[in-house]
């Protein structure tokens, strides 16, 4: 169930902006224009499903440093400001608003809450549209929600949820209903990679416990067991066309000892083999990369944030191949500050990259008229 659309309006840098997704796509643009927002907002409807939607705010500032950036407009008496965020499917479209607490009451007899940067859901809603015709399937306020279970009726959703929490992630009887829990599915198995940590205590560096991998770890701590499994269940034949292409005539070696699990290159002309604490910063990145773009159980959705980080030029060009052949089995969401990544990733697939500017403070589509208006 591939993202049709993504729709961001009062998120830090984003006043409004309503952006078409294809198969493919790869997000560029200057620094400072929002590049990272936008991703960071396709992050927070992943976490919606998840349950950690409180902790992904606290993480970059929390709520208060969310909203809208920019110059806000007078607002009515009672008008509060909200973060909306709201995704269409082929047949469903999610909606998040979320904004600041209410103003804090008495939590005990001498102290108020300290909890005043958390999110407040103050909408949700879940449609499906088909024959021109939309269903409202979910529809939510600060307290309560009413859902159609598998029968179609409209009924108040029996769970208590916190203020900060969504309905799709609160869904304990999923077959009582199935179209809510399909959409909280969809959102949960969106994979994201942002950073790999290559610092001299990063676990990529030290041998791990491998069990079989088909989906390489957040953090790559499994790279050796992900890789592994590429070989033995995956594509291997393209792993090792890709390796080639990245360092021509090395070879990869997967140690395993005691189930302890680790990488190793054999290049050309040396009479051993590096270990993964001898390899460059770019070149365990690279593997991580190709862990997971070539993962045997590919997800619906696989973001990117800056994959050309720390790699060297020579490395983008192998890496926009990998990236097409990925795009054959999952839709990518790709930021680049990287011109030639940008300009690779086109040639291979044909989609044109979507330009990111900043006016007047805020992110907005190069050329994009009134799309994102």
Same mark, same amino acid.
């Given at each position: 169930m591939p993202i049709k659309e993504l729709y961001i309006a009062?998120?830090?840098?984003?006043?409004q902006l309503r952006l078409p997704l294809q198969q493919i796509n790869v997000l560029t643009g200057p620094n400072g224009c929002g590049k990272s927002n936008l991703y960071q907002a396709m992050y927070l409807l992943a976490s919606v499903a998840q349950g950690n939607l409180a902790e992904v705010f606290a993480a970059e500032g929390g709520m208060p440093s969310a909203l809208w950036a920019g110059?806000?407009? %007078? @607002?009515?008496?009672?008008?509060?400001l909200r973060l909306t965020l709201n995704v269409t499917f082929d047949e469903y479209e999610y909606e998040l608003r979320c904004g600041l607490p209410a103003p804090p009451g008495n939590v005990g007899?001498?102290?108020?809450?300290?909890?005043?940067?958390?999110?407040?859901? %103050?909408?949700?809603?879940?449609?499906?549209?088909?024959?021109?015709?939309?269903?409202? !399937?979910?529809? @939510?306020?600060?307290?309560m929600a009413l859902v159609r279970d598998s029968e179609g009726q409209r009924?108040?959703?029996?769970?208590?949820?916190?203020?900060?929490?969504?309905?799709?992630?609160? !869904?304990?009887e999923p077959h009582l209903y199935p179209q809510l829990s399909m959409v909280s599915q969809q959102l949960r198995s969106w994979r994201f990679y942002h950073q790999f940590r290559t610092d001299a205590a990063a676990p990529i560096r030290q041998p791990q416990v491998g069990v079989r991998s088909p989906v390489l770890t957040h953090d790559a701590h499994n790279l050796a067991a992900a890789l592994q499994t590429i070989r033995e269940v995956g594509d291997r034949a393209f792993l090792e066309e890709s390796i080639?292409?990245?360092?021509?005539?090395?070879?990869?070696?997967?140690?395993?000892?005691?189930a302890r699990f680790s990488v190793q290159l054999q290049m050309p002309g040396m009479h051993r083999s590096f270990e993964a604490g001898e390899l460059s910063d770019?070149?365990?990145?690279y593997l991580c990369l190709l862990a997971a773009l070539l993962s045997p159980r590919p997800p619906v959705l696989l973001a990117l944030n800056e994959p050309e980080t720390s790699l060297?030029?020579?490395? !983008?060009?192998?890496?926009?191949? !990998?990236?097409?052949?990925?795009?054959?089995?999952?839709?990518?969401?790709?930021t680049t500050h990287s011109v030639q990544l940008a300009n690779d990733i086109e040639q291979f697939t044909g989609q044109t990259p979507v330009m990111l500017e900043k006016v007047n403070g805020e992110t907005k589509i190069v050329g994009a008229g009134l799309l994102d208006s």
């Open positions: 009062g998120y830090r840098s984003v006043q110059p806000r407009r %007078k @607002r009515s008496h009672g008008e509060e007899r001498f102290e108020q809450s300290q909890f005043l940067n958390d999110p407040e859901v %103050k909408e949700e809603r879940l449609y499906f549209h088909s024959g021109g015709r939309s269903l409202l !399937l979910m529809e @939510r306020d600060k307290s009924v108040t959703f029996p769970l208590e949820f916190s203020a900060s929490d969504s309905v799709l992630a609160n !869904l304990r080639d292409a990245a360092f021509p005539g090395a070879k990869l070696i997967i140690q395993s000892p005691g770019g070149t365990l990145r060297h030029p020579d490395l !983008l060009r192998p890496l926009a191949q !990998l990236i097409a052949q990925a795009a054959k089995s999952s839709q990518l969401w790709i």
